[in-house]
């Protein structure tokens, strides 16, 4: 079985020092590709399936994955061709917790070397950038509105001098910004609100239940939206959401569908699996146990 493992020689944390040590074992079990710049991770992968190996895995966080997933898709039937693995390094890891990969290098490694696979759903979003059409693969989330605007404004360097904290920086400044009306149709409803997650599994930002009836191969995107994105209505979310890991559902609005469109009233960006992408409007759909993918 050929193995190829993309990652970032550059990435920060305890996670990918460990990463670096283990590198000269890992060399004699597979191959490696180093990324330099974004994007390199996507053409690694295309070209990986088209090497012939049988597993790519993305060593890094949630947007590596990401990256990597949109490699094997470039690849004409990639997804039949090979199956995506996982060595989790980054700071929440969403993906992996859903699949239930170890968040301990060593074990993930074992786990990739078994080759264990399943089928999953693949998310796919298809919107218009600079006016031409564009598709992107998503393997677990996304969502439009803060969460999406809090992403694009993250300062590169004050990710790399304060890690996730320059995230809550970055959404306090999308808060002081007007939000966005952000109208969900699909599935035979029609809702309204200020933001919009969507979820293929369980989770969203570690291990806090979203879409606690969502599932990864049921053919159906779970979509969660909140009427009011203020203060008020975040402290009035946050106390129970952080001692619970889930949502108060009299707070939120859902609904289930294979297909969905997402439009708004201004300017509102949207994000796959934590990385920013563009702005609505777009249109969300699974394709079916399309996703051959490493678990335990």
Not at 19 to 26: G, H, Q, V
Not at 142 to 171: H, M, N, Q
Request: proline share 5%.
């Amino acid at each position: 079985m050929r193995i190829c493992v993309i990652f970032n020689p550059a990435a920060r944390g305890n996670k990918a020092r460990r990463f670096r040590k283990f590198l000269n074992e890992l060399s004699q079990q597979c191959a490696l590709k180093a990324t330099n710049a974004p994007g390199d991770a996507r053409r690694f992968a295309h070209a990986a399936v088209a090497t012939g190996y049988d597993v790519i895995a993305a060593a890094g966080g949630d947007g590596t994955v990401n990256e990597v997933l949109n490699g094997i898709g470039d690849e004409p039937d990639g997804f039949a061709k090979t199956r995506l693995g996982v060595l989790p390094l980054g700071t929440v890891n969403v993906f992996a917790r859903e699949l239930k990969i170890p968040l301990k290098l060593e074990n993930a490694w074992q786990v990739l070397k078994r080759a264990r696979e399943t089928k999953i759903d693949l998310g796919r979003a298809d919107f218009l950038d600079a006016g031409k059409p564009q598709s992107r693969y998503f393997m677990q989330l996304g969502g439009a509105g803060l969460d999406a605007r809090a992403i694009e404004l993250v300062s590169w360097k004050l990710k790399k001098t304060a890690g996730p904290f320059a995230y809550v920086v970055a959404g306090f400044q999308a808060l002081a910004e007007k939000q966005p009306q952000i109208t969900v149709n699909g599935g035979g409803e029609k809702i309204t609100g200020e933001l919009a997650l969507f979820g293929n599994g369980k989770f969203y930002g570690g291990s806090f239940h979203i879409f606690p009836e969502a599932h990864l191969s049921n053919g159906r995107l779970d979509v969660c939206v909140f009427p009011r994105v203020n203060m008020p209505a975040l402290m009035q979310l946050a106390p129970g959401f952080l001692l619970r890991q889930k949502l108060s559902e009299h707070r939120v609005r859902r609904l289930r569908a294979e297909k969905f469109e997402m439009v708004s009233d201004i300017p509102a960006a949207f994000e796959l699996d934590g990385e920013w992408i563009g702005n609505l409007p777009a249109t969300f759909s699974v394709e079916r146990q399309k996703l051959r993918v490493v678990v335990p």
